[in-house]
């Protein structure tokens, strides 16, 4: 079965970096796109950005550039997303999500989940 | 950037009733996907490709529409159903959700 195994809960510092993962089973990594999404406290989802983890293509969110960077292990079929110069804003639960249909050009919806990972910025 | 705006935000609705969420999108898109989320949970798929439901939805749910105009509809509510639900679209980047209609249990 597929799943998303996501790092565990940040406690970082305002203007820091953090480094999160998201670890892929059950299916061929390299043949789905990982989505990155944003959920502020009790807010909406927020698209962040994708990676193909064949390619190392990625697109982001005019809105998170220069805040997020995607990279993936294909030997560990691991996603990772850093996000960088942190501040209260950039407190929220990241999810990584699979892809619907293998491939470019299938659309870009979320089938799989990950079970997110809490980023808190605090001094 | 297209804007997709639910309605209602909140919405009660006692087991049994007939339960309908809008989505209603600023341009037009080809397809609506739905997720439902429970609280302190991930979301989770619910319905793609506009009307198709996702392994394991009941089959009292539906989706329908096109255009600027996407409905979810739950035939009778179950107290189960509870939960947010947002639309998205992928017709136009930025990738962008609805703001989520919170369906409570009356």
């Known amino acids: 079965q597929v799943q998303l195994q996501q790092s565990g809960a940040e406690l970082v510092k305002p203007g820091s970096s953090v480094k999160m993962s998201c670890k892929a089973s059950?299916?061929?990594?390299?043949?789905?796109?990982i989505y990155w999404i944003k959920q502020r406290p009790g807010q909406g989802l927020e698209w962040i950005g994708r990676?193909?983890?064949?390619?190392?293509?990625?697109n982001y969110n005019e809105k998170f550039k220069g805040k997020a960077t995607f990279t993936v292990d294909k030997s560990s079929s691991t996603a990772y997303m850093q996000l960088s110069s942190l501040t209260p804003e950039d407190t929220a639960v990241y999810y990584c999500?699979?892809?619907?249909?293998?491939?470019?050009?299938?659309?870009?919806?979320?089938?799989?989940w990950g079970q997110g990972t809490l980023v808190t910025v605090s001094s | 950037e297209i804007v997709l705006t639910q309605s209602p935000t909140t919405i009660a609705a006692s087991p049994g009733e007939k339960v309908t969420i809008t989505c209603r999108a600023s341009s037009s898109v080809s397809y609506m996907y739905w997720y439902q989320q429970k609280s302190g949970a991930s979301p989770k798929l619910w319905i793609y490709d506009t009307s198709k439901l996702a392994s394991g939805v009941p089959n009292r749910f539906s989706g329908s529409g096109s255009g600027t105009s996407y409905s979810l509809t739950i035939n009778t509510m179950e107290t189960e159903d509870a939960a947010t639900y947002y639309c998205q679209q992928w017709s136009s980047t930025p990738l962008t959700f609805g703001s989520g209609t919170k369906l409570e249990i009356k």
């Open positions: 990676i193909g983890p064949g390619s190392g293509d990625t």
């Open positions: 999500a699979r892809g619907g249909y293998p491939g470019p050009n299938r659309g870009d919806w979320f089938a799989y």
């Open positions: 059950g299916y061929t990594f390299t043949s789905y796109y």
